[in-house]
């Protein structure tokens, strides 16, 4: 169903405000409200009026947190902020030093109520940043909202005042009762604020509802998406999904979409999720299924890592980089479950789920880096390696969400191996979900996770923990892929010819420039580097078929590289070598075992064809 603005019952409401205020009447809580306005939206500036009430101390430091939950780099929000201020409740200035990066004091001489004035510069049209034109505003509330030092559990209210015609405001925030105006909203505590995205605009909103629960998509930009089908296919996800768990552990939940001209991303919230997907990237089908797959990944997260989540993620401090060897298993696990939600939901076929195991082998065992860099370790660094990469980063790095993604495969193939197809990786999830997330109501270990992977399994899951996990060995993807009736093979790379020299190349003007130098190739050991420009092969000048010429040569032949390094000319004699790249594939036997048969069909949601 479309609608253009969200609303709500009645009698829920009073409920929620009730407990709301409650709360905030509670001596030991300061009475907190954020108003946020945009009077100029073209200037690309929010205006954030904090109030603070009942604090009644010397001082305050207000605080802005300096990363966003989901996305593990010190964004540094604190660099936006301008006009910071404060006075008291008749408007008389209070004495503000800045005392670190992102940390304003305030002397606030027991007053009882004080009023915070920031400006927002957002501009930077990410799902991890704020943004603000004269179309559409959409906000990150980490990079948005300060917060009182000590009191990150106190209740707050949200006011919006948008520019004149901007009528329709999605989040997953509750809307408290206001009698004189119209967009209030209120959270627990600041965790839940920020945890709250905003798209603020003119933008349509459609409903569906899945087993009584409603689920909003608040879609911004336009795109050659069919609506009708774009709802139900979410709706399939949905339902999928949530059937892992045997439940939806939200009142209602949101989808905020941005359709631009580039870009593709997303990221995760408790009650919501944000979506950038490309507006024309709707079509052809593949294009429409890489949406489905960004959908299914964010949704998932609902449980795998807003829920089930490593200890360290969450409660939250904010001022810090929260560090985990568990990425792997909040991203990786999640980045398995992406086309398997939909080969379960019947919205890919098998064969494309298992092109996709293809592709992501392909990728990993591309990178020089997965035998240089565990994946706790990538996880662990994601805050100095995955997020800042460099021209050296596939030789000493490998990414959390693809191999994460293959042990992920391992386990789930591993587990239904050894339990006759009883039990696989759903099963991981929904013991860690109602042992940790709703028993104790906590994240958990790695060693934790171990313990619930090998009590499902029945026994000691050594060699995937301690050689793949811990370690950088070689995965033995065909052992594990066996266990389904599945083979992996190889072919050599389309488009690589017949010689190797292990460089990637940039334009740059009509130049090409080294982009890349692979660890021990030909380039690497005869000295050729990055930013080199590439001018000439044994003299003749390099065009855009350099590759052809390359190809017509015969490994351990020499050839002499002439390259332009820091305004100088270099000659470089170097022997090529052999190609080097795989591509994977994985097909199914065709004899499985009643075995293979049963893990496979327990594991696609499918009869193992009948014809091949």
Same mark, same amino acid.
Request: hydrophobic share 40%.
């Given at each position: 169903m479309y609608r253009s603005i969200v609303l709500f019952p009645f009698l829920f409401l009073v409920g929620l405000m009730s407990e709301t205020t409650h709360a905030q009447r509670n001596s030991a809580f300061p009475v907190i409200q954020y108003r946020l306005s945009m009077e100029q939206p073209q200037k690309h500036y929010f205006t954030v009026v904090m109030t603070v009430k009942d604090l009644k101390k010397p001082f305050m430091d207000v605080v802005m947190p300096v990363w966003t939950p989901g996305s593990y780099l010190v964004r540094e929000f604190s660099r936006n902020v301008q006009e910071f201020s404060a006075t008291d409740a008749a408007g008389q200035a209070l004495s503000v030093e800045k005392t670190a990066k992102n940390v304003w004091r305030v002397a606030t001489r027991n007053l009882s109520s004080v009023v915070i004035r920031y400006r927002v510069y957002a501009y930077e049209i990410s799902v991890r940043t704020s943004f603000l034109d004269d179309m559409h505003g959409y906000v990150n509330g980490a990079g948005m909202f300060m917060y009182v030092d000590g009191y990150l559990r106190t209740p707050v209210t949200l006011v919006i005042n948008p520019p004149?015609?901007?009528?329709?405001?999605?989040?997953?925030?509750?809307?408290?009762?206001?009698?004189?105006?119209?967009?209030?909203?209120?959270?627990?505590d600041f965790d839940v604020l920020v945890d709250s995205p905003i798209e603020i605009g003119t933008h349509p909103v459609y409903d569906f509802s899945v087993r009584g629960v409603p689920h909003q998509v608040a879609l911004y930009g336009v795109g050659n998406y069919e609506a009708d089908r774009l709802i139900a296919d979410m709706k399939r996800i949905v339902e999928t999904a949530s059937g892992i768990f045997g439940d939806m552990p939200y009142p209602r939940y949101v989808f905020l979409v941005q359709l631009l001209q580039t870009g593709s991303g997303g990221l995760e919230h408790t009650n919501s999720t944000s979506l950038q997907y490309r507006r024309w990237g709707f079509k052809p089908e593949s294009a429409y299924k890489r949406w489905l797959a960004l959908v299914a990944h964010e949704y998932f997260h609902v449980w795998n890592v807003k829920r089930i989540r490593p200890l360290p993620l969450g409660p939250f401090d904010y001022t810090r980089?929260?560090?985990?060897?568990?990425?792997?298993?909040?991203?990786?696990?999640?980045?398995?479950?992406?086309?398997?939600?939909?080969?379960?939901?019947?919205?890919?076929?098998?064969?494309?789920?298992?092109?996709?195991?293809?592709?992501?082998?392909?990728?990993?065992?591309?990178?020089p880096g997965r035998l240089v860099q565990s994946v706790e370790q990538a996880g662990f660094d994601a805050w100095i390696k995955y997020y800042r990469p460099n021209e050296n980063s596939d030789n000493t790095t490998i990414s959390y969400y693809n191999k994460g993604g293959m042990i992920g495969l391992i386990l789930d193939l591993e587990i239904r191996w050894r339990t006759g197809g009883k039990k696989g990786l759903d099963d991981v999830l929904r013991t860690l979900y109602e042992t940790y997330a709703k028993a104790k109501g906590r994240g958990f270990t790695p060693e934790e996770f171990r313990q619930t992977c090998e009590a499902v399994a029945g026994g000691t899951l050594a060699e995937i923990f301690d050689a793949y996990v811990s370690g950088v060995r070689e995965i033995d993807y065909?052992?594990?892929?066996a266990h389904a009736g599945l083979r992996l093979s190889t072919l050599p790379t389309d488009g690589q010819g017949s010689v190797y020299l292990g460089i990637r190349? *940039?334009?740059? @003007?009509?130049?090409?420039?080294?982009?890349? &130098?692979?660890?021990?190739?030909?380039?690497?050991?005869?000295?050729?580097?990055?930013?080199?420009?590439?001018?000439?092969?044994?003299?003749?000048?390099?065009e855009d078929e350099y590759a052809d010429r390359l190809a017509e040569r015969k490994p351990s032949s020499f050839v002499t590289v002439t390259v332009a390094r820091d305004g100088m000319l270099r000659e470089i004699d170097v022997a090529?070598?052999?190609?080097?790249?795989?591509?994977?594939?994985?097909? *199914?036997?065709? @004899?499985?075992?009643?075995?293979?048969?049963? &893990?496979?069909?327990?594991?696609?949601?499918?009869?193992?064809?009948t014809r091949e």
């Amino acid at each position: 169903m479309y609608r253009s603005i969200v609303l709500f019952p009645f009698l829920f409401l009073v409920g929620l405000m009730s407990e709301t205020t409650h709360a905030q009447r509670n001596s030991a809580f300061p009475v907190i409200q954020y108003r946020l306005s945009m009077e100029q939206p073209q200037k690309h500036y929010f205006t954030v009026v904090m109030t603070v009430k009942d604090l009644k101390k010397p001082f305050m430091d207000v605080v802005m947190p300096v990363w966003t939950p989901g996305s593990y780099l010190v964004r540094e929000f604190s660099r936006n902020v301008q006009e910071f201020s404060a006075t008291d409740a008749a408007g008389q200035a209070l004495s503000v030093e800045k005392t670190a990066k992102n940390v304003w004091r305030v002397a606030t001489r027991n007053l009882s109520s004080v009023v915070i004035r920031y400006r927002v510069y957002a501009y930077e049209i990410s799902v991890r940043t704020s943004f603000l034109d004269d179309m559409h505003g959409y906000v990150n509330g980490a990079g948005m909202f300060m917060y009182v030092d000590g009191y990150l559990r106190t209740p707050v209210t949200l006011v919006i005042n948008p520019p004149t015609g901007w009528g329709s405001i999605s989040t997953a925030l509750e809307p408290a009762i206001s009698t004189d105006e119209t967009f209030v909203f209120s959270a627990p505590d600041f965790d839940v604020l920020v945890d709250s995205p905003i798209e603020i605009g003119t933008h349509p909103v459609y409903d569906f509802s899945v087993r009584g629960v409603p689920h909003q998509v608040a879609l911004y930009g336009v795109g050659n998406y069919e609506a009708d089908r774009l709802i139900a296919d979410m709706k399939r996800i949905v339902e999928t999904a949530s059937g892992i768990f045997g439940d939806m552990p939200y009142p209602r939940y949101v989808f905020l979409v941005q359709l631009l001209q580039t870009g593709s991303g997303g990221l995760e919230h408790t009650n919501s999720t944000s979506l950038q997907y490309r507006r024309w990237g709707f079509k052809p089908e593949s294009a429409y299924k890489r949406w489905l797959a960004l959908v299914a990944h964010e949704y998932f997260h609902v449980w795998n890592v807003k829920r089930i989540r490593p200890l360290p993620l969450g409660p939250f401090d904010y001022t810090r980089e929260n560090y985990t060897p568990l990425l792997w298993v909040a991203e990786g696990i999640t980045t398995y479950y992406s086309p398997l939600i939909l080969r379960r939901a019947g919205l890919n076929t098998p064969d494309e789920f298992l092109g996709w195991i293809g592709s992501q082998i392909t990728d990993i065992q591309s990178k020089p880096g997965r035998l240089v860099q565990s994946v706790e370790q990538a996880g662990f660094d994601a805050w100095i390696k995955y997020y800042r990469p460099n021209e050296n980063s596939d030789n000493t790095t490998i990414s959390y969400y693809n191999k994460g993604g293959m042990i992920g495969l391992i386990l789930d193939l591993e587990i239904r191996w050894r339990t006759g197809g009883k039990k696989g990786l759903d099963d991981v999830l929904r013991t860690l979900y109602e042992t940790y997330a709703k028993a104790k109501g906590r994240g958990f270990t790695p060693e934790e996770f171990r313990q619930t992977c090998e009590a499902v399994a029945g026994g000691t899951l050594a060699e995937i923990f301690d050689a793949y996990v811990s370690g950088v060995r070689e995965i033995d993807y065909a052992r594990y892929l066996a266990h389904a009736g599945l083979r992996l093979s190889t072919l050599p790379t389309d488009g690589q010819g017949s010689v190797y020299l292990g460089i990637r190349t *940039r334009k740059d @003007n009509g130049r090409t420039i080294v982009s890349h &130098v692979i660890s021990d190739s030909p380039a690497e050991e005869y000295g050729l580097n990055v930013n080199d420009e590439l001018i000439a092969f044994d003299g003749i000048r390099v065009e855009d078929e350099y590759a052809d010429r390359l190809a017509e040569r015969k490994p351990s032949s020499f050839v002499t590289v002439t390259v332009a390094r820091d305004g100088m000319l270099r000659e470089i004699d170097v022997a090529l070598g052999s190609p080097a790249g795989l591509t994977y594939q994985v097909q *199914r036997i065709k @004899n499985p075992a009643p075995e293979q048969k049963a &893990v496979y069909e327990n594991w696609m949601q499918t009869s193992w064809p009948t014809r091949e």
